[in-house]
């Protein structure tokens, strides 16, 4: 039976401020005395020291609970004249475990294909960080009945550039694009069966990686509804985007996981 910790982590877009973290941090000071789920905050670049400060001032009062930090973007390349980028070694340099890769917001809107974002995925692990790599369908592919076939491309092209065994490093999101900021969250059954596929895709080459790593649901998650995702046996917490921006709801969020 494998173990895996649950996870919430708050991708906040280019929304938030550093009165947002501030905020955050009160609240997980007095409310958040538990370390079995684990909880990533995801603010803009601009307010990555903000959040570390805000850790590092906090973590005695936090009482074990797992608090961590991660960045929405990376370059593929380590460094040079790529002006408005950061890179992996920069993001672990100001305190980020984590970081997430190929949210569909940047596949769509600013032309990342599968090969670049498999590049990303490689950039992080090299410089210490794990890649939260996000796949996902969109509503013409489900309709199509492609939501199998779209998930396994965006998978595949990161395994074959990165092998099967570099997943003992990584989360996986799986985000339908229908459901991102939509309001109209994948049902607890539609999120388990593309978990569930996701794993044993995984399984295939890796029965261990298939079983320990981490698949996160992310759209339109909030506190009514995640309950019952996170019940699912192949959904390990969320990937939250509108809900990580109210303290309330998001600290709600982290409970659930935790008793999920
Ligand atoms: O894109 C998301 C997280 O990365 C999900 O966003 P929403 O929770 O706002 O739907």
């Given amino acids: 039976m494998a173990l895996r910790r649950p996870m919430i982590a708050g991708n906040w877009k280019m929304n938030g401020s550093g009165t947002l973290a501030n905020e955050l ?8 005395k538990n370390d079995s789920a684990e909880v990533v905050l995801c603010p803009p670049t601009i307010y990555l020291e903000s959040v570390r400060q805000q850790l590092e001032s906090t973590k005695d009062s936090l009482n074990g609970s797992l608090v961590r930090m991660g960045a929405q973007n990376v370059s593929q390349h380590d460094f040079g004249a790529y002006t408005g980028e950061v890179s992996a070694k920069m993001l672990k340099e100001a305190g980020c475990n984590y970081v997430i890769v190929g949210h569909s917001e940047r596949r769509r809107m600013y032309g990342e294909t599968s090969d670049i974002v498999a590049d990303k995925f490689a950039a992080a692990q090299k410089n210490g ?10 509503g013409p592919a489900r309709e199509a009945r492609r939501t199998f076939e779209v998930i396994a491309e965006e998978l595949d092209i990161v395994i074959e550039k990165n092998g099967t065994m570099a997943f003992d490093n990584a989360i996986i999101a799986y985000e339908p694009l229908w459901a ?32 320990n790593v981490r698949i996160l649901y992310g759209g339109s998650v909030t506190p009514s509804n995640a309950a019952d995702l996170f019940a699912q ?12 921006l109210n303290s309330t709801e998001f600290l ?5 996981a935790m008793s999920a």
């Fill in 25 to 32: 941090f009160r609240k997980f000071t007095s409310k958040l």
């Fill in 129 to 138: 960080l794990t890649p939260i790599l996000c796949v996902g369908e969109s």
């Fill in 180 to 211: 991102v900021g939509t309001g109209k969250s994948a049902t607890p059954e539609q999120a388990q069966e593309v978990h569930a596929f996701i794993r044993k895709r995984l399984s295939e080459v890796s029965p261990f990686i298939g079983e």
């Fill in 233 to 244: 046996p192949d959904v390990d917490g969320g990937l939250i985007g509108g809900a990580s």
């Fill in 252 to 256: 709600s969020l982290c409970r659930i």
